[in-house]
Nanobody, 124 residues
Framework: QVHLVESGGGSVQAGGSLRLSCVAS????????MGWFRQGPGNTREKVAA????????IYADSVKGRFVLSRDFSKNAAYLQMNNLKPEDTARYHC?????????????????WGQGTQVTVSA
């Protein structure tokens, strides 16, 4: 099991930026993929971004491409989601997720490990 704790959410105006952090802890020596999902009021869950065990070549939802950047810091067991040019439609609760290897960022749709989430609210 991977324990995940998110931080960095908040309220910003459209066009602003936020950086979400996710710190992971586990007793396992297995590597894991990490990702960010979001769910807004009345919306289905959406995979925003994910990154595989190598920490390179993250994948993004079309809705955030060019605005969000996902990165991993293996020394801190952390993943970061830099969100730029935020839009009101980005308003949602953002959850960090992890899936043990073998895993694939592209197919990481139902991970087994979830954080509690952090709220992001973007006003027009």
């Amino acid at each position: 099991q991977v324990h995940l704790v998110e931080s960095g959410g908040g309220s910003v105006q459209a066009g602003g930026s936020l950086r979400l952090s996710c710190v992971a802890s586990t007793d396992s020596r297995r590597n894991y993929c990490m990702g960010w999902f979001r769910q807004g009021p009345g919306n289905t869950r959406e995979k925003v971004a994910a990154i595989s065990t190598g920490g390179i070549n993250p994948i993004y939802a079309d809705s955030v491409k060019g605005r969000f950047v996902l990165s991993r810091d293996f020394s801190k067991n952390a993943a970061y989601l830099q969100m730029n040019n935020l839009k009101p439609e980005d308003t949602a609760r953002y959850h960090c997720a992890a899936e043990f290897f073998p895993c694939n960022a592209l197919h990481m749709d139902s991970p087994h490990n979830w954080g509690q989430g952090t709220q992001v609210t973007v006003s027009a």
